[in-house]
């Protein structure tokens, strides 16, 4: 291996070895605090433009498995773990870490100092931008100072084009914000008729479909971000069919019905956040990956009412509409990585569906 380094706009470096492609990468460095699920980490679209740190000490101890990417095409920009793990790096029909890297073009740091850089990030209290370079010279610096991160990462994640996932049970619009393919395997579960449109897709271009219901999908970036022409979308569903919404379409479905959203100072990434299930009083732990939170105080308590709050710092986790079947969650529900426990809510709006129709 060969010295790589994690340098960050205010001057601090940390030094490790390069493993994956030997590319130069800028992106906001984040923590994701799970033990296992790697590779649904690394796969996931939610990382656009970011480089992740593993506080897990070890990763790589499994090998990369051909059926759970969260995506084809991971849009990371880089990996940093304090030990890396080859296993199967004798066996050719076995994908290693490293090798997996390589041929996305994403380039990872090991045995460096991560909780040394955890400790970094959470002292700092906000997003902090860094690069894996070569050389932590100062070139590297002013090319880190000079690069401009985009906000316009839904765009750069949605698919192009609407395409099926077909199935003969109910039929589902998912509207394809950085969509993960746990989404899709817990519709596929329950039989359900599944097409996917881009987060361009109007009212009219979904209802044209008739669906039994919509799904908003996860996604990376800064909600606030987000065209006007989606919220006037999501309104507008909103008042037709079921709505469930995941993830960065949770904060969408918020600002759709008045709440604002604001940055968290220390990004939620991690399997191992206790929340409360306000009506029953329940606990629950869940698979989170999220920059951005809900203003309580904005929330038109006549309109929607939470239904999940994270035990850590109570931020809202859930929400359900009081007039309309539209409701919404910050976390992960198909629990890809991490506790399934809360994948009841796919039922939930299976149930909400059919009573629909059965109105109809």
Do not use: W
């Not at 070895?17 to 906001?28: I, L, Q, R």
């Not at 698979?287 to 809900?294: A, D, E, F, K, V």
Request: a negative charge; proline letters at 7%; one cysteine or more.
């Amino acid at each position: 291996m060969t010295a790589r380094y994690l340098i960050f706009e205010d001057g601090t470096t940390f030094a490790g070895e390069g493993f994956g492609a030997p590319a130069v990468t800028f992106g906001e460095v984040v923590f994701n605090t799970s033990m296992t699920g790697y590779q649904e980490i690394i796969t996931n679209q939610i990382y656009n433009n970011q480089i992740v740190v593993f506080s897990q000490p070890n990763i790589g101890s499994y090998g990369i498995q051909h059926n759970i990417y969260e995506t084809i095409v991971p849009t990371i920009k880089g990996v940093i773990v304090r030990s890396l793990s080859n296993v199967g790096a004798d066996n050719p029909q076995q994908q290693t870490l490293d090798r997996y890297l390589k041929q996305m073009n994403i380039p990872g740091i090991t045995n460096i100092d991560t909780r040394a850089v955890i400790h970094k990030l959470r002292d700092a209290g906000k997003p902090l931008k860094g690069s894996i370079v070569p050389v932590p010279d100062d070139h590297a610096f002013d090319q880190l100072h000079a690069t401009v991160l985009t906000n316009q990462q839904v765009a750069q994640v949605s698919t192009p084009k609407p395409y099926p996932n077909p199935d003969v049970g109910m039929s589902v619009v998912v509207v394809d914000f950085g969509l993960k393919n746990g989404v899709l395997r817990e519709l596929s579960r329950r039989k359900c008729n599944v097409t996917v449109l881009p987060y361009t897709a109007t009212a009219e271009e979904i209802l044209r479909l008739d669906p039994d219901g919509v799904v908003l999908s996860s996604g990376p970036g800064n909600p606030n971000s987000i065209k006007r022409s989606v919220l006037e979308m999501i309104q507008q569903i909103q008042t037709k069919v079921p709505l469930f919404a995941i993830g960065l379409g949770h904060e969408l479905f918020a600002i759709a019905n008045g709440a604002t959203v604001q940055r968290n100072p220390v990004e939620h990434h991690g399997m191992n956040h206790p929340l409360k299930e306000i009506i029953t009083d329940h606990i629950v732990y869940a698979n989170q990956g999220g920059g951005y939170r809900i203003d309580p105080q904005t929330v038109d308590r006549s309109q929607l009412f939470i239904t999940y709050v994270d035990l850590i710092d109570n931020s809202i986790q859930g929400l359900r509409h009081r007039h309309y079947p539209a409701f919404s969650v910050q976390f992960f529900p198909d629990g890809a990585p991490g506790p399934d426990e809360t994948d009841g809510l796919f039922d939930e709006f299976l149930d909400i569906m059919k009573r629909k129709e059965a109105r109809r």
